[in-house]
């Protein structure tokens, strides 16, 4: 079966993992009570995942937008082509609502990101605090959408490993994954 | 305005009062307003605040309750006189629960030294709108004699007072413990005060 393209391969990956991380100090971050220096370098920390997803994700969708994807497998029902393509939609528009959404929340808060404590970046909008919590709520919900649609995604993906052994996931992974066995 | 701020001291003498009320009102206003006299002040339109770089991130917040008073006569700048006073549990950086910490024990430690402030000791003119700014500058205990330039103009028939005082706060234990760490927050710490009175 035909395979993604390495640079779609190597940036699913990257993205999957800055993703995870960022999703993760997330939930940790705003957990912390008080005020800490711990606290205060996970902020940073997610704020510079977020903006790398952003830019990976412009990248990403450029790279999508100018190779086709691999075709689905002719046996494949329809109605799982046409989710699994809507699925994959609803993941390309979230890799962007998601990040766009915490930088705009920051702003909103009146505290600019300082990318790896050296580039600042632009200030789309002015501090705003009756925007604030808007911008928060739809941060937190957008996230949630985000967990709900790659939980999806990896269950249909591991579907197609192990139940249907079609070769859908395998299109995905990294050769090293399946050397000696293609 | 009140007598003892009047520069004609002779008129604070016993005898010489009785012949106050021979003086017309307007004169003697006019003649006491020649000196340094405190104006009021429109806390509305002043404002207080601290800018700083946290992880380099440029952070400027606002403290909610101070009262400035200000001795000042556009005619005799030398002679002019200010005082803050800042209620260091007000600072707002847009977070309630941020605005609780900074007031504990390693920041402000507003619960012991719940002000901080700002007295005059000399104010020297420095060329047209400016003048230069010596006082005593006491946060947290801890004092320090500090000189700045202060801007002065007229604003909608009002005396603005405009400036920046540049400190570093390790020097005033701002920031105990973990918060020393300057690289974390750092020591740079910019008070830009802007305070509007009557003329």
């Given at each position: 079966m035909q395979r993604y393209t390495r640079p779609a391969i190597l940036l699913h990956w990257l993205i999957a993992v800055l993703i995870i991380g960022a999703f993760a100090m997330g939930l940790v971050m705003t957990d912390i009570p008080g005020l800490t220096p711990t606290k205060l370098k996970y902020y940073s920390w997610h704020k510079w995942a977020g903006v790398t997803i952003l830019a990976l994700a412009a990248l990403r969708l450029l790279w999508r937008l100018a190779n086709r994807a691999p075709p689905y497998p002719a046996a494949m029902p329809r109605w799982q082509q046409s989710s699994a393509h809507t699925l994959h939609c609803l993941l390309y528009v979230l890799m962007f609502a998601v990040p766009l959404s915490g930088y705009l929340h920051t702003l909103s808060a009146g505290v600019p990101?300082?990318?790896?404590?050296?580039?600042?970046?632009?200030?789309?909008?002015?501090?705003?605090?009756?925007?604030?919590?808007?911008?928060?709520a739809l941060h937190y919900w957008l996230n949630m959408g985000l967990a709900g649609a790659v939980g999806l995604h990896v269950v249909a993906a591991l579907k197609h490993a192990f139940i249907d052994r079609d070769g859908i996931m395998q299109r995905m992974l990294p050769s090293f994954f399946f050397q000696g066995n293609p | 305005m009140t007598l003892s701020r009047c520069p004609f001291p002779l008129l604070h003498l016993p005898r010489l009062r009785h012949l106050l009320p021979l003086l017309p009102a307007s004169l003697l206003a006019v003649a006491c307003a020649a000196?340094?006299?405190?104006?009021?002040?429109?806390?509305?339109?002043?404002?207080?605040?601290?800018?700083?770089?946290?992880?380099?991130?440029?952070?400027?917040?606002?403290?909610?309750?101070?009262?400035?008073?200000?001795?000042?006569?556009?005619?005799k700048p030398e002679l002019a006189k200010a005082s803050v006073d800042i209620d260091t549990a007000s600072l707002d950086l847009g977070e309630a629960e941020m605005n609780k910490e900074v007031a504990k024990k390693d920041w402000f430690n507003s619960a012991q030294y719940p002000k901080a402030s700002f007295v005059s000791s000399s104010i020297k003119p420095a060329g047209a709108g400016k003048l230069n700014v010596t006082g005593k500058l006491s946060i947290k205990g801890k004092s320090a004699d500090v000189s700045f330039p202060l801007l002065v103009k007229l604003e909608a028939g009002k005396h603005v007072f405009e400036g920046a005082l540049p400190i570093k706060r390790l020097a005033f234990n701002i920031g105990e413990g973990e918060w020393k760490d300057t690289g974390m927050v750092a020591d740079d710490v910019t008070i830009k005060f802007r305070v509007s009175a009557a003329p």
């Open positions: 990101v300082v990318y790896f404590g050296v580039f600042k970046l632009p200030l789309l909008i002015d501090a705003n605090a009756e925007l604030k919590p808007v911008l928060k | 000196g340094a006299a405190p104006i009021k002040t429109d806390l509305a339109n002043s404002s207080v605040a601290i800018a700083f770089k946290q992880m380099n991130v440029p952070v400027e917040a606002k403290f909610k309750r101070f009262s400035a008073g200000i001795d000042y006569d556009a005619g």
